[in-house]
């Protein structure tokens, strides 16, 4: 499957991430979580359904890990493609 937002295209079905025709590489969690806000692109991808569905870890408390991988992909992607929704989580700009 393939998805689009602005200039970012990425391909769930090859695993690759493409930005401005060229590609970017991302860590496996990263891809996940970009895949997440772009197949719903008008919802907040939310701290709970990522501490659920992302980073589960046998009970272990998902500290900072969320917010360390936003700003992984901040860098690779853009500064402002990544919209932080206070005490909730992100969304797509």
């Known amino acids: 499957m393939i998805y689009k937002h602005r200039n970012i295209m990425i391909d769930s079905n ?3 991430c493409i ?9 496996h969690t990263e891809f996940v979580i970009l895949m997440f806000l ?5 919802k907040v991808l939310t701290r709970e359904y990522c501490k659920t569905n ?3 870890h046998d009970g272990e408390e998902m500290t900072n ?5 936003i700003n992984y992909l901040r860098n690779k992607l853009g500064k402002d493609l990544i919209r932080t929704v ?8």
């Open 54 to 56: 992302i980073f589960y």
């Open 65 to 69: 890990q969320l917010d360390v991988y």
């Open 86 to 93: 206070r005490k909730v989580g992100y969304i797509l700009d």
């Open 38 to 42: 772009i197949e719903g692109k008008d």
């Open 14 to 16: 090859r695993w690759i």
């Open 19 to 27: 930005k401005d025709d060229e590609i970017v590489n991302l860590t």
